[in-house]
């Protein structure tokens, strides 16, 4: 077998030599050529060993003649930049988690529509040709008389000039959407942050300090005999609407779950050896918290996070429907729908609550497919 | 106990930080001060707020009573307007608790059996656009075009039965979502596991072990959340309630928030939070007799 390939081997080398050019070599020829060059080199290994060594005690260099002796070596410096790296690998988390979040597809066509629709609820404003969104479009009939006066437009049906038609007292639909979104989208992640921050600092404080922990969880107990929705609605009953109340409501019981999360995450890991190993090191606890125990935690905030904004646009949907929204002066995605549900019983006027309600729907749907997905990418177990 | 005691304190004291003028129910302008002030020295709101308060748990634990309603049906005893709602809000509740248990559970198990085929993608669509959207948006198009299709009515009627089931339909949407994706995680969690591998290994089909081992055991989180789901039946869903214009308990406290009826909130918000604490009470309860592995007592932690 070995011979015949050989020959062809020799065959191939002696065409090249005639052309100049290396030819095409399969995989099965360089395989034998590895292998070829593995057995010349048991050879060479099998006359090593057969050499006689002059004295058992003397160690050889690889080419078997120069003798290993001290004054071959120097002494290394300690450098504890040197140490650390040699525990390094080329592993990234954040690298690894972008390159699995960006393998799906439809994340990634999600995100991108996310960030367009983001800018584009800042951008839409400065645009020409935008309407104020609180500003009453009116128009000049002339009554069967012959006078001509001003009327209020409205629920003038989706046209040229109004894309989204107007609603019942004459403002124009497509900018009213717009700046909800935008009073929307702020309620969302000024909720978000603030939950995640206060959620995360106090349940790391609740799961690491052992005596504390009564403490905590009596002030947890009482709040979560309340229901959320009623205690959101019995305080922006109590503090009137508006959006700072509206912000304060959600946050007061959103930081809840979040923190009794990090507070159960916390408890399983801080006990671990290496916890255990860092705090014999003598390791502050803050920092093994933040460098041991936080980046475990990492997806699970994102998701969060990401969950926050379609549950604080929701309940703020809820709030409005039941009569504790923002003013109206205040446009946000709220309002907008129940605008439109009072007039959901007219076929022709449903444009009003229909493009407010496809709006909520993409924002919330996306939020929480992508945080899902962000979720799934940031968890090392799906790093391969 | 003491959680229930400081909840509902609480709760009654953050309602004495109401403005007085939302005491008149949209008359103030109309009445004169003295008439004001003897409204709300009739009250009790210029008292200490700790005479308040003692005469408060004073009337609720010997006389079982929280007060009169103001706006909505002026001197009538706040319990005696609720209590015949809650019954309504109970039926439905409970009919639509059964659909989830029913509908949620056996849907997680079913995804979990054919995990990553049609069905349990098509679940975990139907899962994710319930969680997504918020309610409003699903239960308003449910209202506006299912009913059409189906060609039920759109609003609750007492003597239409077929008026009731768009509104336990979309009471149980929900229920389900969370019910089945709680289910599936559950079983492909547990499908894992060394338990469930001898039991595969000694011979037993799968559908004996999903029935004998893993049932029992997802049984266990279940019973903690039944009593609350249950005793939450009564104050009914606040969205559909009002919505399909049901005279439930739910609807009840909509209305009164609207037409700001102090004394209607305070009691209903009271009741809601009693009934949450109850609740998680039975529940505890019903998971330490359904579990031999758990016990309230407090064992010694690692540090």
Request: hydrophobic share 45%; net charge positive.
């Amino acid at each position: 077998m070995i011979h015949k390939d050989k020959n062809a081997r020799e065959k191939i080398r002696r065409e090249e030599e005639e052309h100049g050019v290396p030819m095409f070599r399969g995989f099965k020829d360089h395989k034998i050529e590895k292998l070829g060059k593995g057995f010349e080199e048991t050879d060479q290994l099998e006359e090593l060993k057969r050499q006689p060594s002059p004295d058992d005690d003397t160690v050889f260099c690889d080419d078997g003649t120069t003798p290993i002796t001290e004054d071959l070596f120097t002494e290394a410096e300690y450098n504890a930049e040197e140490a650390e790296r040699s525990g390094y690998s080329n592993y990234s988390y954040w690298g690894s988690t972008l390159r699995v979040f960006l393998k799906k597809k439809i994340s990634v066509i999600l995100l991108v529509f996310l960030v367009v629709l983001l800018l584009f609820t800042f951008v839409q404003p400065l645009l020409p040709n935008q309407k104020d969104p609180l500003k009453i479009h009116t128009t000049v009939v002339t009554d069967s008389q012959g006078f001509s006066k001003e009327e209020n437009l409205r629920n003038v049906q989706p046209n040229k000039e109004f894309w989204f038609g107007t609603n019942s007292i004459g403002q124009d639909l497509w900018s009213r959407i717009w700046r909800g979104t935008r009073t929307s989208l702020f309620i969302g992640l000024c909720v978000a942050i603030t939950n995640n921050i206060i959620g995360i600092v106090l349940g790391s404080i609740w799961g690491y300090a052992r005596k504390m922990d009564w403490l905590f969880t009596e002030i947890y107990n009482l709040f979560d005999n309340i229901p959320y929705t009623i205690l959101r609605m019995l305080l922006l009953y109590i503090m009137r609407p508006s959006l700072k109340t509206m912000i304060f409501v959600m946050c007061l019981t959103g930081w809840i779950g979040m923190s009794k999360y990090i507070r159960n995450q916390i408890l399983i890991y801080r006990d671990r050896e290496y916890n255990l190993a860092s705090r014999c090191l003598g390791t502050p606890s803050l920092r093994i918290i933040l460098k041991n125990i936080l980046p475990q935690l990492v997806s699970v905030i994102m998701l969060q996070t990401a969950l926050a904004i379609p549950d604080a646009i929701g309940s703020e949907v809820f709030l409005t429907y039941i009569g504790l929204g923002l003013p109206i002066s205040l446009p946000s995605l709220g309002n907008l729908i129940n605008e439109g549900r009072k007039v959901m019983l007219v076929p022709s006027q449903r444009y009003q609550l229909i493009f407010p309600v496809i709006v909520v729907a993409a924002i919330t749907i996306s939020f929480y497919a992508l945080g899902n997905a962000f979720a799934d990418a940031s968890d090392p177990r799906n790093h391969r | 106990m003491i959680t229930m005691f400081l909840v509902l304190s609480i709760v009654f004291m953050l309602m004495r930080l109401l403005p007085t003028d939302t005491y008149f129910g949209g008359r103030s302008d109309t009445m004169s001060d003295t008439i004001k002030e003897n409204i709300l020295k009739q009250l009790g709101l210029f008292d200490p707020w700790y005479v308040q308060l003692g005469n408060f748990w004073k009337n609720l634990l010997f006389h079982g009573d929280l007060g009169e309603s103001i706006v909505i049906q002026q001197g009538v005893k706040c319990v005696d307007l609720i209590i015949p709602k809650a019954k309504w809000s109970f039926q439905f509740g409970a009919i639509a608790m059964v659909f989830q248990m029913l509908i949620g559970y056996s849907m997680g198990v079913l995804m979990a059996r054919w995990k990553g085929k049609f069905f349990d993608s098509a679940g975990n669509l139907y899962i994710l656009l319930i969680n997504a959207l918020p309610q409003a948006v699903y239960f308003l198009f449910i209202q506006l075009y299912l009913s059409k299709v189906l060609g039920l009515p759109m609003f609750f009627e007492r003597y239409n039965l077929a008026s009731r089931i768009l509104p336990i339909l979309c009471l149980s949407l929900g229920g389900i979502a969370s019910n089945a994706m709680w289910m599936r995680r559950y079983m492909v969690d547990q499908m894992n596991l060394d338990y469930i591998r001898l039991a595969r290994a000694k011979g037993m089909t799968s559908s004996q072990v999903a029935f004998r081992h893993v049932m029992r055991n997802a049984f266990i989180p279940m019973a903690q959340s039944l009593p609350t789901t249950l005793l939450f039946t009564i104050s009914g869903s606040l969205y559909v309630e009002s919505l399909f214009s049901i005279p439930g308990m739910g609807g009840l406290l909509i209305t009164s928030i609207q037409r700001q009826d102090n004394t209607m909130v305070q009691a209903m918000v009271l009741l809601y939070s009693a009934i949450s604490v109850i609740g998680l009470l039975l529940g505890d309860i019903m998971m330490m007799v359904c579990d031999p592995r758990i016990s309230l007592v407090k064992k010694g932690g690692s540090r």
